[in-house]
T-cell receptor, first 110, second 115 residues
């Protein structure tokens, strides 16, 4: 069983729709990351959260440490949100050793 | 601030050859981690460098080695290339306090194709 699992693997939405991407993990963690990867390959960190909820613009991330589950929501989705969204948790021994999920590929159509 | 820069962006090698990938971390960052991302999968941790030493290592063979220089830049070397080494290689940098702030920056990656 993978330590970090995401669902769905692929997601297609119409512009303006509310989007939810889920992440479950099996290891004990102190924090969880949500990242965005565009087709060129570069990865951008969106959130790091250890409890509750964080909001940045149209993006909202929530985490339930007890249930080992996190969600990333996108409100009023736009075609420029099209990307791969990845959750990651710290591995043993250090912050930078992240264990990544396989990612959710989001396509938002006009 | 140039952020994290990686070179080369793309390269093609043949089986058995050796490759060196380079990473310059974001200004002020002293910790560099390398990841391998196969097509359609999430990145896999290769190793991390801090103070010119390998501090942690993922489940990769000894063919994968690295180095960190006094200016914090880093190299990833892969010997005896296999077809399965074809992937996007990502470098991530942070400060020593990065685990407290959540500041982690990635480069655009080096895409390696092994024929």
């Amino acid at each position: 069983k993978n330590e970090v699992e995401q669902s769905p693997q692929n997601l297609t939405a119409q512009e303006g729709e509310f989007i939810t991407i889920n992440c479950s993990y099996s290891v004990g963690i102190s924090a969880l990351h949500w990242l965005q990867q565009h087709p060129g390959g570069g990865i951008v960190s969106l959130f790091m959260l250890s409890s509750g909820k964080k909001k940045h613009g149209r993006l909202i991330a929530t985490i339930n440490i007890q249930e080992k589950h996190s969600s990333l929501h996108i409100t009023a989705s736009h075609p420029r949100d099209s990307a791969v969204y990845i959750c990651a948790v710290p591995g043993e021994g250090g912050y930078n050793k992240l264990i990544f999920g396989a990612g959710t590929r989001l396509a938002v159509h006009p | 601030d140039a952020g994290v820069t990686q070179s080369p962006t793309h390269l093609i090698k043949t089986r058995g050859q050796q490759v060196t990938l380079r990473c310059s971390p974001k200004s002020g960052h002293d910790t560099v981690s390398w990841y391998q991302q196969a097509l359609g999968q999430g990145p896999q941790f290769i190793f991390q460098y801090y103070e010119e030493e390998e501090r942690q290592r993922g489940n990769f063979p000894d063919r994968f080695s690295g180095h960190q220089f006094p200016n914090y830049s880093s190299e990833l070397n892969v010997n005896a290339l296999l077809l399965g080494d074809s992937a996007l290689y990502l470098c991530a940098s942070s400060s020593l306090q990065g685990h407290l702030t959540g500041e982690l920056f990635f480069g655009e990656g080096s895409r390696l194709t092994v024929l």
